[in-house]
């Protein structure tokens, strides 16, 4: 065999192995979709769902390790979180933002158009949109199956480098979401409980002011 046909030959092999590589890696992004297509799914299908969940900070380089817990309860676009000793309520129209510490109610208005505004949509399909997806390792965390998909930014202004959501196999729940930073910070959110379809009050999604009967109210809007 001349040189020619070994190089050829050797051409074909690589080639043929790439175009495998990206077929495989085809494959495994649309499986990664279809799973939080599945997730989302779940999502909607629920009257309401109530999460208590542990937050975790890490960035060596600053030295910086926090930890923190808290609880959120979802209903439509409705929400009531509690977290770092502060309590966010939306019900529809206006977020009260209630910080005890400082006894103040910061009160505005919700703007839809807002790409930083926080709903329970975004709490929990925010992975639709706006990434590539990969398929990645399987987990047994005790005894729950949890399948991970590696989300990577499409933006090159995202601060994120990529994002790991950890989905329970069996209930297509998500359990962890992992965001690492470009600039080495790691957050974790871990979901210790995840509740559905919760006999709730009328009011849980509505502030009280006389509750407060003593905070300054900031309105923004």
Request: hydrophobic share 35%.
């Amino acid at each position: 065999m001349n040189k020619i046909n070994i190089k050829m030959k050797r051409f074909l092999q690589v080639a043929i192995a790439l175009l495998i590589g990206f077929s495989l890696q085809a494959q495994d992004a649309k499986k990664a979709k279809e799973l939080l297509d599945e997730v989302s799914a779940k999502v909607k299908s629920y009257n309401n769902i109530v999460i208590d969940f542990k937050y975790s900070l890490n960035n060596p380089k600053e030295n910086i390790n926090q930890e923190s817990k808290g609880n959120v309860a979802l209903q439509g676009n409705l929400y009531n979180l509690n977290f770092m000793g502060v309590t966010k309520i939306f019900d529809g129209k206006k977020v009260y933002t209630v910080v005890p510490e400082d006894e103040e109610i910061t009160v505005a208005n919700f703007d839809p158009k807002d790409e930083n505004a926080i709903t329970p949509n975004k709490m929990l399909t925010f992975f639709n949109t706006g990434y590539k997806y990969a398929w990645d390792i399987l987990q047994n965390v005790k005894g729950r199956k949890i399948q991970y998909v590696k989300l990577t930014p499409n933006s090159s202004k995202d601060q994120r480098k990529e994002i790991l959501v950890g989905i329970d196999v069996q209930t297509k729940h998500i359990y962890t979401v992992i965001e690492v930073g470009k600039n080495g910070t790691k957050t974790t959110l871990t979901v210790n409980s995840f509740k559905t379809n919760q006999p709730l009050s009328k009011n849980h999604f509505t502030f009280t002011k006389s509750k407060y009967p003593n905070y300054y109210i900031n309105k923004l809007d």
